[in-house]
């Protein structure tokens, strides 16, 4: 089967103060999870959101059936509602993945069960391709607690890709990150608050 994508826009963004990371936007007015989704649709193909709660849009939304578990129960949802075979899935807050990274990642597949990127000391989770038969070890690390990306990945035959820039791996937690990838909160109205 060809890969699909998934975006994982369910994250409580405590550490901004409760915003909805995929109202972040660029100062065009695009938002992250726009440009997230027209990427992985050319490099990938189709795109399904993952979210703990309903959306208004035209793309597939599966909701996540582990409220309090993370990304962990996000990968969950992605990989139980794909079809079999790979899953990119990425957060909603990675205003610089950009398509050669993705193809970097895309030619380390083979047998594995997941392909993630390293830089330096550091395990690049937040964007991977993880293969659906992968699920039953994610499920069951959700029934034992809540698992990180990085045991799941640690748990799986896993192939781990070597970059020197993290930057295409940088997510947006913290207030100064908005500042940093020249990004803004839009509001409901799609007014930027």
Do not use: Y
Request: aromatic letters at 4%.
């Amino acid at each position: 089967m060809p890969p699909t994508a998934a975006v994982l826009v369910g994250g409580e963004g405590r550490r901004l103060g409760g915003v909805a990371k995929h109202t972040l936007a660029f100062a065009n007015g695009e938002t992250v999870l726009a440009r997230l989704v027209k990427l992985l649709t050319d490099e990938v193909g189709p795109v399904t959101l993952v979210s703990r709660h309903p959306m208004n849009t035209p793309l597939p939304v599966v909701l996540d059936a582990h409220t309090d578990k993370g990304a962990a129960a996000g990968l969950h949802a992605a990989l139980a509602h794909a079809p079999a075979g790979w899953v990119f899935v990425a957060a909603c807050d990675l205003p610089a993945l950009d398509a050669a990274t993705i193809r970097r990642l895309a030619a380390a597949r083979a047998h594995q069960d997941v392909v993630v990127a390293r830089t330096g000391p550091h395990l690049q989770t937040l964007a991977g391709f993880w293969h659906t038969r992968a699920l039953d070890t994610v499920a069951t690390g959700l029934a034992r607690g809540r698992p990180s990306l990085k045991s799941l990945v640690g748990a799986l035959d896993a192939t781990v890709v070597d970059f020197a820039d993290d930057a295409p791996f940088a997510n947006v937690n913290h207030p100064e990150d908005l500042v940093a990838h020249g990004l803004s909160v839009l509001a409901p109205s799609g007014r930027r608050v």
